[in-house]
């Protein structure tokens, strides 16, 4: 079956640091994955997302690569700061219905 | 812009009791809608989508059920509420003209059955 894994539940970084967090597909080929951030008690927000042709995207302090080869995705904040705290889901459409997320990771950037 | 709307924001229910969420999106025609269960530990789970009124696709089954009476009203019940009913549930759409490359999220029900 398909499944979607983000290996760390739980990321803790200072401020100023990049953080790298960690998305793992299998028996998917996926024609996209997004990356989105949910804060506590809220909805997910999206925040970008990579076509299977495009092996980075940049936005902003924000970078996400998609390895096809490898069947991930790293999504990456530079230059972290304390509002960067919340968790991030990735997601990818499963085939033909809905987008299917991961568990998510917690970041947590101490000042 | 586009909007969407979701309530209650909270929900205490006694097990056996019914249950009617309901999400409405404006500012859009024919949107996707979907909803989406998250339970403490767990990720966000799909349970139903919808491309259109009266089309629902259940991805999940249980013992609740979705309806879309009209292009923009997207309903989740349950005839008999479960202790594993609890969770976070919440309503999203997406662009039919954009295909599913981005979902937008309404701000959750908290359902907690007792």
């Known amino acids: 079956s398909q499944k979607i894994e983000q290996n760390s539940e739980a990321l803790n970084i200072q401020e100023g640091k990049t953080a790298t967090l960690t998305c793992n597909y299998t028996?998917?080929?996926?024609?996209?994955l997004q990356w989105y951030r949910q804060d506590p008690g809220r909805g997910p927000v999206f925040l970008l997302l990579?076509?299977?042709?495009?092996k980075e995207k940049r936005k902003e302090r924000l970078k996400v690569t998609f390895d096809t080869t490898l069947k991930q995705s790293l999504f990456h904040i530079t230059a972290s700061q304390p509002a960067d705290s919340a968790t991030y889901l990735c997601?990818?459409?499963?085939?033909?219905?809905?987008?299917?997320f991961g568990k998510g990771t917690t970041l947590s950037v101490s000042s | 812009s586009q909007t969407i709307h979701q309530w209650p924001a909270t929900l205490v229910q006694p097990v056996g009791s019914p249950l009617s969420l309901e999400c409405t999106v404006e500012?859009?025609?024919?949107?996707?809608l979907y909803w989406y269960r998250q339970a403490a530990g767990r990720g966000l789970q799909l349970l139903f989508y919808?491309?259109?009124?009266?089309?629902i696709s259940s991805e999940v089954p249980q013992n609740l059920s979705a309806s879309r009476p009209q292009d923009r009203q997207f309903i989740l019940s349950s005839k008999k509420l479960l202790l594993s009913d609890s969770g976070f549930y919440l309503c999203?759409?997406?662009?039919?003209?954009?295909?599913?490359?981005?979902?937008?999220f309404g701000s959750g029900t908290q359902l907690s059955v007792l």
């Open positions: 999203a759409w997406s662009s039919i003209w954009g295909g599913q490359e981005k979902l937008f």
């Open positions: 028996n998917y080929s996926p024609a996209y």
């Open positions: 990579i076509r299977e042709n495009e």
């Open positions: 997601a990818l459409e499963k085939a033909g219905t809905a987008l299917i």
């Open positions: 500012g859009t025609s024919n949107p996707n």
């Open positions: 919808s491309v259109g009124i009266g089309q």
